[in-house]
């Protein structure tokens, strides 16, 4: 991301002011339960339980700028969807000239539609609008409920939500939207944790509980059950379920270990370490039976941890195992974490 | 402005690497009914009769990407606060380091607040949000009423407005905010309109209505009442309205026609030239006359007709006199109006 940045500011200026770009800097980050796109909700307060603070870049905007935020119940968030996988196609030929006017929607199974006309992350210019609950000022951070931001966003401003203008009680939308929406197509029947998971993460949640932004493994289940109510798979998955294998269980595995930035760095060498490889190796023998049974195994990262659950054609879902993956130990989650369980 | 963009980019790439700013290039432009900031409503759907249009840049984004966005009623529009008097400042130091966390804010008669806690245009990532009404999309314009945009303004996005999340029946605002609100220390008791303005305005319609994007003169005395019935007047003038000055109003005319942009290219040195400073002529008569009566004309310029006002401190307000300062014959608008009157 960074060297994006830099090579696309290095570049002659003659084209950077064709194009006519304005430079937006960041006012800070979101720490947020939601530790990779897969599983962080489409829309915003869903999911009620998910929790997430804005923290301020150090050196950049004084804490002062959050004065009275704490009077309103909401706000927005508006912020970069710095995790597209089309953003470097999207900034090294700036002006759009070859920018794909129409996108597919999940919701109309396929079908397309203009990309003003969605609310896709894949837009022209790729910021993206969420609403949140407020739940405090903490420290110089902004606690959070609600928000369907990834950890790590950045984030561009914050704006109060003002009720006599941004809540339009005759705003309607079109059939699809309603027709497509969280009622429907998407929810979930039922929710159920196997046996083995509750004690899996009754056994993880020693090693990780100083790290979480929740109180007890009760709270993260909690919120596992509700962002599960909904198929957070993506079209792909939909659509070819059974080509989920194995080996992409043991992808995350190889991607979080392999890049340095993921690891929790306080935590290497430590006595939790024995103990992570060893949840890891439980893990994968569930995804192992799994895949013997013939049932595909789908995962999801929250807070680190890793959940493995399954999903039937009539909207059963079945959460199976989890493992800690890397412990969030970071000064950020610590406050954030703090400020959510004082 | 371009020239400043320009100067940013060419930048040594180091100092902006360090400010990690994310270039976003904007999709298109607003072509407003508010000609200036002045007198652009401070919140969106107040101004009903309010209409603008949002016209995507030639060779960028294509007219596809709108496909199905008349289907909603309502849109978001994200914009760069462009006419910004603190931009420079805002991006030739980057990274935020001296900005201003707490700001003066009217409502609050010059008490401050953080500057999230507000929607002033001055934030430290100069982005709006609005929302507008969809009256339509006519070749490759996307029609909107309500929105509270100044003309020219760059467009970084447009998304629907999705009632089931955007519109939070639960949410609130601290009392400041509502006390303080359009219904009460802004809400004005009558707007009348004096015979002379109304003899001004059917003259003038005959050179302008070709240029408008409303349909008679009645229209658009109809959103000139709706955008007086607030004070416009900057927390200055309200506190200070006796140095509002014949000068004031001979300033407006010699930027005008000082800015070669401002100017309508095509009318220059066309017959509509000569009636044109006939009618400047009998302006600066009425303000003359008001300015020797002790009254404090105040100045508004929507569709590029600059009116005059008088407003006493019991919140009545007269429309006293009017004249076309330019044409706004540009193809964008010559479409945009004929998407509205057609």
Known sequence: MQELKTALVSKKSSEDANSGAFPMTPIGTVRSCFSTRNGTPRQPLLVTEA???????????????????????????????HDNTDLQRLWIKPGHRDFKAKIHVPRLQ?????????????RPCPIG?????????????????????????????????????????VASAPSWVKAGGSEDVLAMKTVDFSESFIRDLGASWKSMEKYSLYSSPEELQKLLKQVLSRDIRSLNQRERPHTAKLSEVSDIFSKISSDPADL????????????????TEKFLQVTRDSCTNGEVLYNLVIEG?????????????VVKACTVLQHLNTPDIRNCRRGFTS
């Open 305 to 317: 941890v890793n959940v493995s659950y399954t999903q039937d054609s009539e909207g059963h879902v």
């Open 51 to 81: 929790r997430s603070c804005v923290v301020l870049y150090p050196g950049g905007i004084p804490v002062e700028a959050f004065e009275g935020l704490g009077q309103y119940s909401h706000c927005w968030l508006l912020y970069v969807f």
């Open 129 to 169: 609008l969420s609403v949140a609950k407020i739940e405090g000022v903490y420290g110089g951070m902004l606690l959070l409920s609600g928000a369907d931001i990834v950890d790590g966003t950045p984030v561009l401003d914050i704006k109060p939500y003002l009720p006599y203008c941004d809540s339009v009680s």
């Open 110 to 122: 396929g079908g397309k539609m203009g990309v003003f006309a969605t609310r896709s992350p894949h």
């Open 264 to 279: 929790d760095v306080e935590g290497a060498g430590s006595s939790d370490e024995k103990e992570l490889s060893a949840q």
